[in-house]
């Protein structure tokens, strides 16, 4: 390609190829937005809780053990307004058999972070997150043979 591009006597550059009838001043007008960084955080519309990339880590080291066990097989992230929730399914098409959920207004309260089971019971709550999902955590137990 770069050697047609020379032949054809057109610009090099590192820009992607644009599609049919697009021009490069209209690609360019598109992508230059300016936001407000301070309007953004301000706005009704606020953004959606998240869980930072920490909790994923502790989160999935979770699931990750779990589905080597057997026990889950799908999850799914949801980021709402007012929590963000990982929820974890036996199956896909079914209902969760657990939620871990980050309310951060529950955080001075009963703390942030909880498990809930399929039928919303909560399981475990509390300020950090580690310590709650010490509830997947089995017990180890002695049989004699």
């Known amino acids: 390609m770069v050697l047609s591009q020379q032949k054809a006597g057109l ?3 590192d820009e992607p190829d644009l599609p049919r009838g697009e021009a490069r ?3 360019q007008a598109a992508s230059e937005v300016v936001v407000d960084l301070s309007e953004y955080k301000n706005a009704r519309d606020a953004p ?3 869980f930072h990339r920490r909790e994923l880590d502790q989160i999935l080291w979770v699931y990750g053990r779990m589905v080597g066990e057997g026990e889950w097989r799908d999850y799914a992230i949801d980021h ?3 929590r963000a929730v990982f929820s974890v399914f036996k199956r896909s ?3 969760p058999l657990y939620r871990i959920e980050k309310n951060p207004k529950l955080s001075a309260k009963q703390g942030a ?3 809930l089971n399929i039928h919303g019971t909560i399981l475990k709550r509390g300020h ?3 310590k709650v999902l010490k ?5 180890l137990k002695l049989v004699e043979t």
């Open 11 to 13: 610009p090099m550059t």
């Open 25 to 27: 001043h209209q690609r």
């Open 48 to 50: 959606p809780i998240t």
């Open 80 to 82: 709402l307004k007012d």
């Open 93 to 95: 098409g079914e209902m």
């Open 113 to 115: 972070y909880s498990v």
């Open 128 to 130: 950090e997150l580690g």
């Open 135 to 139: 509830v997947f955590d089995k017990v």
